[in-house]
């Protein structure tokens, strides 16, 4: 029961991701221009900046993904938004060489990059843990969020001390690089409700990456990072959250809940009771979706996004 638990928390850390501009994962191709930016916490970010219109949304990936995840949303919307999607520290291209992966420093890195973009204010859309990472900046930095746009978000679904010793258990650096092929693709396959073949890079970026010699650095970021949302809960302060925050579920989320940790729960029990502790919250469910919610509905996703910020 212990590692079914795990297993199922522990896909998010499977997923796929590339390493930093100064590492071999140059060989990656992601579909749009990639920037760097040194950020004053002394790390480098990789970003895209698609669109040019005055309103600004910053995407954060989840946990184990990257900023090419974000595909179908940067092209449905760049039209629209300026668009900036960043790889987070440990990350797809962005640098892998921080003392320690969490919420706060992750949140730090985001704000950094929007200061040194010079945008004053933006939209945050966050999946799974970048939903995480959106709350908490907008607790901690809400001068600068006009409001959030949370695919599948964690930080609604609970987790108790005893529950976070079921993770000390089996979830570390080694465990995530010993992942093998097979399970490599079951995982990914699992975030879907019915995996696209056009989803099929996040699996083969994934596989590659395991002969690259920063591999181990960034198995060693994901793994502190399922911590890191442990360790930084959010659920008693969204009451604290003011600006507008449109909230995506799919129905058939296999990830949230965790049906062994939280067998009693459903994802739409978990979607209902963290939009109704925010002020001004709207819950969208999505039929046919699993946790890539936003990538595998991306058209009802994106019409969503335009409604919410009055564009239909």
């Known amino acids: 029961m212990i590692q079914k638990a795990v297993y199922l928390f522990f896909l998010w850390a499977l997923l796929p991701g590339c390493l930093s501009a100064q590492s071999s994962f140059d060989w990656l191709d992601y579909p749009f221009d990639v920037h760097h930016q040194t950020l004053p916490n002394g790390e480098t970010v990789a970003y895209v900046d698609e669109g040019d219109a005055d ?111 079921v993770f000390q258990m089996t979830v570390n650096k080694e465990s995530i690089m010993n992942t093998g092929e097979d399970a490599i693709r079951m995982n990914a396959m699992n975030t879907f409700h019915q995996f696209p073949e056009e989803a099929s890079f996040m699996i083969e970026d994934r596989l590659k990456m395991r002969d690259d010699p920063d591999f181990e650095n960034y198995s060693r970021a994901q793994a502190e990072s399922i911590f890191a949302m442990l360790d930084e809960p959010v659920f008693d302060r969204l009451s604290d959250i003011d600006v507008p925050v449109l909230v995506v579920y799919g129905f058939q989320d296999g990830l949230i809940p965790n049906p062994y940790l939280n067998p009693d729960l459903t994802t739409q029990s978990v979607a209902e009771a963290g939009t109704a502790e925010l002020q001004n919250g709207e819950l969208i469910m999505i039929e046919d979706a699993g946790h890539f919610v936003h990538f595998e509905k991306s058209e009802e996703f994106n019409q969503a996004v335009r409604i919410f910020l009055n564009l239909n």
């Not at 974000?70 to 962005?94: H, M, T, V």
């Not at 320690?100 to 420093?105: E, H, L, R, S």
């Open 55 to 165: 309103q600004v949304i910053l995407m954060i990936h989840g946990l184990g993904s990257y900023l090419p995840a974000w595909q179908k949303n940067i092209s449905g919307l760049k039209e629209d938004f300026r668009i900036i999607a960043l790889d987070l520290p440990g990350y797809g291209k962005s640098s892998k060489t921080a003392e320690q992966y969490n919420i706060p420093f992750f949140a730090e890195t985001v704000v950094q990059l929007l200061e040194a973009l010079s945008v004053d204010k933006a939209y945050l859309t966050g999946h799974s843990m970048g939903g995480q990472i959106a709350l908490y900046i907008t607790l901690e930095y809400q001068d600068k969020i006009e409001g959030l746009i949370l695919s599948a978000p964690a930080g609604f679904e609970q987790f108790s001390d005893q529950h976070r010793q």
